[in-house]
């Protein structure tokens, strides 16, 4: 089966060409494509480059069997439309699926982008085998999926799961969303605002655009200023852990995205956070946050998988 598969999402856009065997095997990538998503861009503009970037993977001849598509939501994903989306500022009942459908002349199966990792890391990557998991993405925001019995869990509005919405607290005591406090973005807002209203030294006083890469490169060489932050940012990410942990006892949490790249630097303090917090040490199983197997690529590989299975 052929599939074309896409990962639409705040920052970044990507397009694959995959083929699918009859046995569910992990599909076999043949054409890859990927530019920025300039989200601020109007809804019709974005479309065109979206279809754009889907037909230079399609080889000479070809046309799809069917497609999968990663995308941020809420949206309903039967019908192939975005309520709204932090990501994709102004987007507002867009029927992505048709505007896809009437493209490629092929059905569309659309997920939200964190389901769609969960799916490929729970059939064929790090999760394989756990049951409940969980899969979070840190990256410009948070977002991830669950999954029960190797079924999405989506819950009665279709909306579940979205990780990165638990209700924390900020480091001044408000209550925010995980992902407002702990994701790529939030580092580097973080970041700056330390910068504008304190003197404490930092090599990021030298750097022309703070942002989550940012604070993460200067945290690797032992900046002061960006380990406090993404230790923060860690303790928080434990905090969020351990509700997961009280609602659906995973047997693993997989994570991924850009910002998971920090490895021990933020998970060590979620770790500490989790062991402080949990409710009893039977909540955590052997291994139970793992890094993702298929890195970038983790929502293609879902979006494919579930065409192909869906079709």
Not at 86 to 114: C, E, I, S
Request: charge should be negative.
């Amino acid at each position: 089966m052929n599939i074309l598969a896409f990962d639409f999402g705040g920052t970044r856009t990507r397009a694959a060409w995959y083929t699918v065997d009859d046995a569910g095997s992990v599909p076999i990538q043949h054409h890859r494509a990927e530019q920025a998503t300039q989200s601020s861009d109007p809804v019709a503009r974005l479309i065109e480059r979206l279809i754009a970037l889907g037909r230079g993977v399609i080889p000479d001849g070809a046309t799809p069997d069917a497609i999968g598509i990663a995308a941020p939501g809420p949206a309903d994903n039967a019908r192939g439309v975005i309520y709204h989306s932090y990501a994709l500022p102004g987007w507002k009942n867009v029927p992505l699926g048709d505007f896809l459908r009437d493209a490629f002349h092929a059905p569309v199966y659309m997920h939200n982008d964190g389901s769609m990792g969960a799916l490929a890391e729970g059939w064929a990557g790090a999760g394989r085998g756990a049951n409940p998991l969980i899969y979070m993405t840190i990256s410009t925001g948070i977002g991830g999926g669950v999954l029960i019995d190797g079924q999405l869990f989506t819950g009665w509005s279709g909306l579940a799961a979205e990780p990165g919405h638990l209700v924390v607290t900020a480091p001044d005591g408000t209550p925010t969303r995980l992902e407002a406090v702990a994701s790529g973005t939030a580092l580097g807002e973080r970041a700056r605002f330390l910068i504008e209203t304190t003197d404490t030294p930092s090599s990021l006083r030298q750097v022309a655009v703070i942002d989550g890469a940012a604070v993460g490169t200067a945290a690797a060489n032992r900046d002061a200023l960006a380990l406090h932050i993404v230790m923060q940012a860690g303790t928080i990410l434990g905090y969020g852990i351990v509700s997961l942990l009280h609602l659906f006892s995973p047997e693993a949490i997989v994570i991924g995205g850009s910002t998971a790249k920090l490895g021990a630097l933020l998970f060590d303090p979620a770790r500490a956070a989790i062991n402080q917090h949990v409710l009893d040490a039977r909540y955590l199983p052997p291994n139970l946050i793992r890094r993702a197997h298929f890195g970038e690529d983790v929502c293609l590989i879902g979006a494919a998988m579930y065409a192909a299975r869906t079709n």
